[in-house]
């Protein structure tokens, strides 16, 4: 397994990556915060007119330059291995804009990957198509309020099939994209068998809901650290009697948890590549106000324990950075499946990680920190929300402490 420790940027990738950073400083930076002061809409999950005016424009250019669908394992009919996409990832993780510029943003991603692997042709016409194209956004609705969703198997959002149809009913929440005027299709994960003697994995299933279905409900927004988060939003939805061809059905009745699998795993690495680049961002902040800022005659780098504060996050970040990498060959070499104590590994750490050398960042610039000021606080309480999102720390230590304990025959 020696070519698990190959962990280098293919050769055909480096001008990639090369002209994904160019991007990024010439034509994302200089127009980014402008996205964020613009004047928002009336109804704050649509983009303003200037927003929009931004983010197609920067799209249109991105599509023109190829710098598009990284994520695809046939990315231009040339392919990307998870390796290089980790590389590239970690770029576009240093700007809030740059995923979705380059069509390689949650939850979409993932929703394209499954519709692409998994979707039937005429599903792929309709849903998978313009979501390639970056004309509409998606969801994934998977987490329910009155059930441990971390153990997908108490999933209790039920879908009968009646007449051709399947009839959805139930309730979910946290759907994130789901806020957004864009989201046009959710992947929907349904209890299809109510048999109590089916086997447990096979009782689940994924299905495509339209949003503008009537039979779905939008509560309201799930506010994180007191923030709706809008337009993206985290959303919570219910399912009344809601309507859907029995088509719509992904792969089959029964095979949820099969295409859960497919999903998770990429999802979960493309989420800490992200954050390394975040961590990046924190790291040169933290450095940058340290070396500006005075008090009690020296700089502030050179307060305190300031000067082991650096050196343990560059420290970290670079195990981290390795570790993720590795998790990627392995997914390459293994298949996500056999890669799945890899990809726990870093699910667990890197966000914990990550998290830390935002607040040390935080805590250099003092009440700057926590304010719209810097783009910090909104890191902070992102990379924290990680350590929930796609199952929380604790199942990712249980894979990777079940698998070590394998090791020794129990």
């Not at 996205?35 to 931004?54: A, G, T, V, Y």
């Not at 040169?284 to 307060?303: D, H, N, T, V, Y």
């Not at 870093?346 to 966000?351: E, F, Q, S, T, Y």
């Amino acid at each position: 397994m020696s070519e698990l420790f190959n962990l280098q940027l293919s050769e055909k990738m480096e001008p990639v990556l090369e002209a994904v950073k160019a991007f990024i400083a010439n034509e994302i930076n200089p127009v980014e915060q402008e996205f964020h002061d613009s004047p928002k809409q009336d109804n704050i999950w649509m983009l303003s007119d200037r927003q929009s005016e931004i983010i197609d424009d920067l799209k249109s250019k991105a599509r023109a330059q190829r710098l598009w669908n990284f994520f695809l394992p046939d990315w231009n009919g040339e392919g990307v291995s998870n390796l290089d996409y980790a590389y590239l990832a970690q770029e576009m993780g240093k700007s809030h804009l740059a995923p979705e510029v380059f069509n390689c943003n949650a939850p979409d991603t993932g929703n394209m990957e499954v519709l692409a692997k998994y979707g039937t042709p005429e599903q792929q016409q309709q849903w998978l198509a313009p979501l390639l194209a970056g004309d509409i956004r998606s969801a994934y609705a998977m987490t329910e309020p009155d059930v441990a969703s971390s153990d997908a198997k108490n999933i209790a959002t039920t879908a009968v099939l009646e007449n051709g149809e399947w009839v959805i009913n139930g309730e979910k929440y946290y759907i994130s994209g789901a806020g957004d005027s864009r989201c046009a299709i959710m992947i929907v994960m349904v209890r299809t068998d109510p048999n109590p003697d089916a086997p447990m994995h096979s009782r689940q299933s994924q299905i495509l809901v339209p949003m503008d279905n009537p039979g779905v409900e939008i509560v309201g927004p799930m506010n994180v650290f007191g923030d709706p988060d809008a337009p993206h939003g985290h959303m919570h939805l219910r399912f009344n009697n809601c309507r859907v061809p029995e088509s719509n059905m992904l792969l089959g009745a029964g095979r949820g948890f099969e295409i859960s699998q497919g999903r998770l795993g990429p999802g979960r690495i493309h989420h800490c590549m992200r954050a390394l680049g975040q961590a990046e961002v924190a790291l040169e902040m933290m450095i940058k106000r340290g070396l500006s800022r005075q008090a009690f005659g020296k700089p502030l780098i050179k307060l305190g324990g300031n000067f082991d504060l650096v050196a343990e996050s560059r420290i970290e970040l670079d195990s981290c950075r390795l570790m993720v990498l590795q998790a990627a060959k392995a997914m390459d070499v293994l298949g996500n499946k056999e890669a799945r104590v890899y990809i726990s590994a870093i699910k667990a750490l890197v966000p914990k990680v990550t998290g830390e050398i935002i607040d040390r960042a935080i805590q250099m610039h003092g009440g700057a920190g926590v304010s719209q000021w810097t783009p910090l606080a909104s890191m902070f309480t992102h990379n924290r929300t990680l350590r929930l999102a796609d199952g929380p720390d604790e199942v990712h230590r249980m894979v990777v402490a079940r698998a070590e304990i394998l090791k020794y025959g129990q």
